[in-house]
């Protein structure tokens, strides 16, 4: 009988900054998109039990008297898991490899694409499994194995090639995997490695396991060394700038909104989406956290890989959302044959919101530039300038339309405030940004617009029989996003309207334990929301209530310290994809938010 899949907190995050790895507190990789963060997996047992994966672990696992402990090693995602037996104690420690070499900045330019794995005796003799079952294509394709003279097994189908070595252990090819039992003693070290290769490119890489290890981790000390931040809660800071580094494709300087595709916010529902992929929304929040804590490095980086990314335009909306190396066209299709995270269907490759009309973009985009006016310098060059100039007017020509909101809703479009108050921060901005765009910047009309977006949000988004801002012009409809109102410095958090629509967000989409719903009907709590409310009751002058609740959300990470988009309201359980970008984002601003109440 097929195993039910672990639940979300059990994984543990592993990244080569090209792409990343999932592997369970059972010793079992069932995540794994070598070529990049949105490439076919060759381990999918995460959306389908049947899709693949490689598991290392004591026999019996999860049997009486069994128990795991594990943790990153420090400022790294190299991770180290303990599996206690009856028998001894054994600890398997897993990485995705860096370039031999690569140090700060250069950590994932060169990734091998080698998944690390080192078992480790304790204590006492423990009898180990080895379960390797590669489905590359998402699934689609059992490959062939190939024992070879070396001592290595070739998996090798379709496109893709996998060479699995073991160091000490003469592995034989099944039929469609290979399996093998073997027992470690205290004070034994055995490496294994899978490289990744195409099958008509370069072969998979060969390395020494426990040297590219060291390697690794020394890679990824570096890079935490360079980056520095002294604000409160430096401890999870620091580790979620780790998260966002692994979530970061190295070449291009895209931050992906999370590893996986299609894990879901409700189990056994359909809102089931491909979060393998840059986006714009994000680019604000994310660019005041690489610079909260990361360094200006990272944050110019994503910068020009949108102004590339977006290039020249007409009348067309800016895309929401981009690949990791600016592919525009992302069109959704859904994998039949995957049964989905515990039947929860469809399973879904590509994401259709690239095509929608979502007018909160260019504000995200204009916003990071202001952040960066100082860095950027008193001149921008052409396509900056460019970029700045027809996202303003692209604005100004739009900004009274519909679109679909933050939450690319799919139903019909409606007039929402975030995304009002969004046009509005694309042209405050861009009337403070005027003297460094040339002659074509019309500041005077710049300022008329923004005035109009102001009076329009203040006149048509406050309901005064519910004594709030609601979700979108006209409606009764409450909606968290409006918590982004004081964040975006469009109101103080201390005007009686902010204040009152504070209050009534968290009572009426709050609960006991802290965490916040993006509407009432929403069935789990949103992680981003609730880091927003700590912001705004810090900047509220609420300091103690906001250093309450912050602690109250961060304790809903799992034991490494990863969260996922939400959490089941009735269990607390992690759903929808992780690790997820904007929840890592959300704890750092927040962070950085109650130790400066008052910063940008």
Known sequence: MEQQQPPISDYGFLSDSRSGALVG?????????PSRFDGPSVF?????PRSGHFQVAPVGVGGPGYRVERAYRPDTLVLRTVH?????????????????????????VNSPAVLIRVVEGLSGRVRMGLDFAPRPENGLLTPYLHERADGGILASGGSVNL???ANGLR?????????????????QVLGMDVAFGQAYGDPPARLDPLATLAATTRAWEGYRETHGYSGRYAKLVRHSATVLAGLTYARSGAVVAALTSSLPEQVGGDRNYDYRYSWLRDFSLTMRALWVAACPDEASRLFAWATRSIGRFGEEPVPVLFGVEGERDLSEHHCYHLRGYRDSRPVRVGNDAWRQRQLDVPGEVIGAVWR????????????????????????????????????????????????????????????????????????????????????????EGWNDRIGAFTGAFGSAELDASVLALPVAHFLPA???????????????????????RRWTTDPAGFLLCSFWLVECLAMAGELRRAEELFERVAGYSNDVGLFS????????????????????????????????????
């Open 44 to 48: 999918g047992r995460l959306l389908d």
């Open 25 to 33: 507190r059972n010793g079992s990789i069932d995540w794994w998109c």
């Open 494 to 516: 201390t005007d009686p309207r902010m204040r009152s629509t504070i209050a009534v967000v968290e009572r009426e989409l709050g609960t006991d334990d802290g965490l916040l």
């Open 84 to 108: 206690h037996t009856p028998q001894g104690s054994v600890a398997v420690t897993d990485a995705l490899a860096a370039e031999i070499g690569a140090r700060a900045h250069e950590l994932g």
């Open 171 to 187: 592995l034989r090819a099944g039929r469609d995997r290979v399996t093998h039992e073997f027992e470690v003693s205290a004070g």
């Open 372 to 459: 960066l006016r100082d860095y950027l310098g008193e001149t921008f060059d052409d396509e900056l300038r460019e970029m700045v100039l027809g996202l303003t007017e692209q604005v100004a020509a739009t900004w009274h339309l519909p679109d679909r909101g933050i939450w690319e809703t799919r139903d019909e479009e409606r007039h929402y405030v975030s995304s009002k108050v969004s046009c509005w921060l694309t042209m405050d901005r861009a009337v403070g940004l005027a003297d460094r765009l040339g002659e074509r910047a019309d500041k005077r009309r710049w300022a008329v617009v923004r005035d109009e977006i102001r009076e329009a949000v203040l006149r």
């Open 163 to 165: 060479m699995l070595r």
């Open 565 to 600: 988009e939400q959490i089941d309201l009735a269990t607390g359980a992690q759903l929808g994809n992780t690790p997820q970008a904007l929840s890592h984002i959300g704890l750092i601003n927040a962070a950085w938010r109650l130790t400066e109440p008052g910063s940008y």
